[in-house]
């Protein structure tokens, strides 16, 4: 039972930009002294929508770089119900399937909430949510060079498919939907998860939140 409400900390940035990274180690580093009921790493690909009903070959073509690849009327709802004290069923996705999986799980609120993936802003609803507003800014030449290792490594894809993929949307999106939506950040951070400054100062920042 929470006694505030919850500090939610968006972090966005272009595909492989070290989102993830740059969350899961402020988490890591600050679970020492917070512990799983201090903090918690809530992501935006858990919010695909399902796509059960459509034929998997089909799926493969999904524009899953824009907006409406997204329910984030559920994430919006989801992280209100946290505000209110309550625990949420968050969906889990499967990137070989192209959609959720059968599973939810449980997240409890927590006095600081991370929420990380590359189109937290689009969604005015959405963005209003948040209390601080990350921006990871990687140059998408060293996002692309990670998005290829990650992808045949962790996502089970071919080179021809993320190069195509690449090309028909994940680039184009990024220009329309992505790095406009740096206007709306608080903060912005260069070379993401590897930015040690950074870090060290979101960290202190959610110290001085915690302490207040
Ligand atoms: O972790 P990251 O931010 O890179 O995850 C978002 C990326 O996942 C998007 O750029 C999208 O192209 C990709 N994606 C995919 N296949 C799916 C769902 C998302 O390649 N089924
Ligand atoms: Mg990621």
Redesign the pocket.
């Known amino acids: 039972m929470l006694t505030n409400k919850p500090t939610i900390i968006a972090i966005t940035g272009a595909?492989?930009s070290g989102?993830?990274l740059f969350a899961q180690t402020i988490y890591d580093e600050l679970f020492p002294e917070l512990g799983e009921n201090g903090i918690s790493i809530i992501k935006e690909?858990a919010y695909?929508k399902a796509q059960d009903h459509i034929p998997l070959a089909i799926r493969e073509q999904?524009n899953?770089?824009h907006p409406d690849a997204f329910e984030h009327e559920l994430l919006t709802e989801q992280l209100h119900q946290l505000t209110e004290n309550k625990t949420i069923k968050s969906p889990v996705y499967c990137?070989k399937t192209?959609t959720r999986t059968t599973n939810t799980i449980d997240i409890a609120p927590t006095p600081i909430i991370l929420v990380e993936?590359?189109l937290l802003f689009s969604n005015k609803a959405l963005r209003d949510s948040f209390n601080m507003k990350i921006y990871i800014d990687t140059p998408l030449d060293i996002c692309l060079i990670r998005?290829i290792k990650r992808?045949m490594v962790e996502?089970g894809r071919s080179l021809d498919s993320i190069t195509q993929?690449y090309e028909k949307?994940?680039r184009p999106m990024y220009y329309q939907h992505i790095e406009p939506s740096k206007s709306w950040a608080d903060i912005i951070v260069t070379r993401g998860g590897k930015n040690r400054m950074a870090i060290e100062v979101i960290k202190a920042k959610i110290r001085q939140l915690i302490n207040k």
């Open positions: 595909s492989a989102k993830s690909d695909y999904t899953y770089d990137y192209h993936g590359i998005r992808d996502r993929q949307t994940v």
